[in-house]
């Protein structure tokens, strides 16, 4: 139930209230929209939600913001800071995680044999071929409990889980299993720490956070539907390993330029994979995505090699907050690597169809000439655009010198910059960024470092 944000096939890279209370023994509320006929939404997301760190090392969760603040390891007196400041139930549920920690993948394995020998009903909704993805949840799942008092990052992004699982078919009745046997995984596994009121506190935590979940599903299910059909329209190959694939819904598809939608194929059902969107909403109601066939990419070569227009595919929800705040004025410093220059290219367009004159500094990396597959594009717009600056960068090592490219020109101080791109380019532009004095705060991205980009 609980979705790792990224799955092995990137998008568009290579590569809860918080604290005790609850009521009973897993037992959800009912949420306030259960069984409401859908309509439409207006868009959420940012984009399903960066996925959060795995346990065992006390990091903080990107804002909600965007999941553009990347999580920053904590200092020992931040840290100790964070400890006292904690609730009761904050200290008993991170010293479970702490016991646990050092078992790996044992926990994981243990807790999905409970739910599947439990409940066999629910083994359909894992296919086999997601045992990369069930590790990455399960230990979401326990890093959502680990900051489960830290409500201002934890909620959206509880929030945007519960909406995007809607096209899992997860329904309210499916967490108190999940809850059931994440208690008898931890009790196996923390047996020197595991008391009765440490398994209370994981009761309490585990309820709020699967209500917060719940609730936002039921809501969204009054707006939205749990997905939408997309027929191929158009499929340009641009390289043999890189297609731009052009889509049109079967009913209004509401989104933000720099946001990104998971997508099924129907060669692989019930496996998404999550790519951002390749331009800002158009008034013809199309979307196009740049997908790149990585090594045993179920999905992008499918896409890459075997889509045509008249396929049928399926898009969840719009996500990710990578997004313009058109309220400021500040410039756009972004940094493109790859098909990571997809959600950057709708920014360019979004500040252009907004009117707005703020600078925007474009740094596009890639390793050959070849691979700047849409610099076309891209000088166009400059050329349309005299605010707009648009720069390739080509190394073998365009992952490095990307982002040490940047540092040449500025300054940066009045600008808000967005990463996307393959995760190496993601942490040395975070580097670099912050070494050249931009705030962290203003560092907007959807990446992150688990990001696997060979694919499954």
């Not at 196996?188 to 008391?195: K, M």
């Not at 209004?252 to 059902?269: D, I, R, V």
Request: glycine share 8%; charged share 25%.
């Amino acid at each position: 139930m609980f979705e790792a944000r990224h799955s092995m096939d990137a998008p568009t890279t290579e590569s809860a209230d918080s604290g005790s209370g609850g009521g009973g023994w897993f037992t959800p509320r009912p949420g306030p929209a259960a069984g409401a006929s859908t309509g439409q939404e207006a868009p959420s997301e940012g984009r399903e939600a960066t996925p959060l760190r795995p346990v065992g090392r006390p990091e903080r969760i990107a804002d909600a913001r965007s999941e553009t603040v990347p999580a920053q390891s904590l200092a020992p007196a931040v840290e100790a800071a964070r400890e006292r400041e904690a609730s009761p139930d904050a200290r008993l549920v991170r010293r479970t995680l702490q016991e646990v920690a050092q078992y790996g993948d044992k926990v994981t394995s243990y807790f999905y044999a409970l739910l599947f020998v439990r409940h066999p009903e629910l083994r359909p909704m894992f296919p086999a071929s997601m045992d990369a993805q069930r590790d990455r949840l399960f230990k979401a799942l326990l890093t959502a409990a680990e900051h489960a008092d830290n409500k201002s990052v934890l909620v959206p992004y509880l929030k945007n889980l519960g909406r995007g699982h809607r096209k899992y078919g997860t329904q309210p009745e499916h967490y108190p299993a999940v809850g059931e046997c994440l208690i008898g995984a931890l009790t196996q596994y923390a047996s020197t720490t595991w008391d009765k009121v440490t398994e209370a506190a994981w009761v309490r935590t585990y309820t709020t956070i699967s209500q917060v979940m719940i609730d936002a599903a039921a809501e969204d299910e009054l707006r939205a539907p749990a997905w939408w059909y997309a027929e191929v329209v158009s499929h340009d190959l641009r390289t043999p390993d890189i297609a731009v694939v052009t889509v049109r819904p079967d009913q209004p598809y509401p989104f933000l330029a720099g946001q990104y939608t998971s997508l099924e194929t129907p060669w692989w059902p019930r496996i998404w994979r999550h790519y951002s969107f390749a331009s800002a909403p158009r008034s013809d109601g199309l979307l196009s995505f740049h997908v790149k066939a990585v090594p045993a990419g179920w999905v992008s070569n499918a896409l890459v090699h075997r889509a045509r227009p008249g396929d049928v595919l399926r898009l969840g929800p719009p996500a990710g907050s990578m997004t313009v705040d058109h309220r400021t004025d500040s410039g756009l410093l972004c940094l493109g690597g790859g098909t990571g220059i997809a959600p950057i290219k709708a920014l360019v367009e979004d500040v252009a169809e907004h009117g707005e004159r703020r600078p925007v500094e474009v740094f596009y990396g890639a390793r050959t000439d070849h691979d700047l597959y849409d610099i076309d594009t891209l000088l166009r717009l400059q050329r349309s655009h005299s605010w707009l600056s648009v720069r390739p960068v080509i190394d073998q090592k365009a992952h490095v010198q990307l982002p040490d490219a940047v540092r040449g020109y500025g300054p940066w101080n009045e600008f808000d910059a967005y990463l996307s791109g393959p995760p190496g380019m993601i942490r040395n532009g975070i580097d670099a960024l912050r070494d050249i004095g931009i705030p962290v705060s203003r560092i907007r991205h959807d990446s992150v470092e688990e990001l696997v980009a060979a694919g499954n």
